[in-house]
């Protein structure tokens, strides 16, 4: 019968650099669009028994414990195609999201006619959830109930 502590080592053995690992995002780091885990490959484990993971998006800048992923069935990522550029965890999250701005939307009570409309400010064009009782004064909106020519943006 093994130790606790032998245990460990010789599970540690049998994650090596160069496996596929599913890395959980925290909710913190994570957007409304983004997927709750990312795929890791395990670079490099130091003398302490913290890994080094790298993603398709470059190689992370924290180091992980053990516990903080699993191993994934096959290797869906090799090595050779991780940058050799540092990123953070929730970048590598919203790059793999496909998104960079998320939802936005106004909730103007009056038109959409200054920079404190949050659609204006961003250039977004507004939605069906920005307006649900009124109408919208920018002219790129399909909600808008004015000509073209009399707004100016």
Do not use: W
Not at 50 to 72: I, M, P, V, W
Not at 75 to 88: L, Q
Not at 90 to 108: E, P, V
Not at 117 to 137: G, L, P, Q, Y
């Amino acid at each position: 019968m093994l130790s606790a502590g032998k245990l460990t080592k010789e599970i540690d053995k049998v994650i090596k650099a160069l496996l596929t690992v599913i890395l959980r995002v925290p909710d913190v780091d994570r957007g409304r669009l983004a997927l709750r885990n990312e795929l890791a490959v395990v670079l490099n484990i130091n003398d302490s028994g913290l890994y080094q993971l790298g993603t398709k998006d470059g190689t992370l800048q924290s180091l992980y414990c053990r516990n903080e992923f699993t191993l994934a069935d096959s290797d869906f990522i090799d090595i050779s195609s991780v940058p050799s550029t540092s990123v953070f965890l929730r970048t590598t999250s919203r790059l793999a999201s496909g998104s960079k701005q998320g939802f936005i939307q106004c909730n103007c009570k009056r038109y959409c006619i200054d920079k404190k409309c949050a659609c204006r400010a961003k250039t977004v064009v507004c939605n069906s959830k920005c307006h649900n009782h009124s109408s919208c004064k920018i002219s790129r909106c399909r909600y808008a109930d004015t000509p073209k020519a009399q707004v100016i943006i």
